[in-house]
């Protein structure tokens, strides 16, 4: 198993005009502009926001028989609003 942890902005006004033009060109079978396409990475859009990395916010965490991340809150951006955790199999 594999886990992991990102994190997201809340949608802003950037983010709902770069939605519009991606959900407009993925509707009519277009390749996204180059600008959306970095806007939102190697992620699909998500009505939570955009994907932030926090790799520095993350350690790894073991105890007695247990394992795990813990993350530093003082190390997130301010505008952060969701904190995802995967479990990959």
């Known amino acids: 198993m594999n886990s992991y ?3 997201f902005r809340p949608p ?3 983010f709902k ?3 519009t033009v991606s959900d ?3 509707k009519a079978g277009v390749d996204l502009p180059t600008e959306v396409s970095r806007f939102f990475g190697d992620s699909e859009s998500d009505p939570k926001g955009v994907e932030i990395d926090i790799k520095d916010a993350i350690e790894e965490w073991t105890g007695d028989m247990s394992q795990g991340f813990q993350v530093d809150l003082g190390k997130l951006p301010k505008d952060v609003k969701y904190i995802r955790f995967y479990n990959q199999w």
């Open 5 to 7: 942890i990102v994190a």
């Open 12 to 14: 802003d006004e950037t």
């Open 17 to 19: 005009k770069m939605k």
């Open 24 to 26: 407009a060109c993925i």
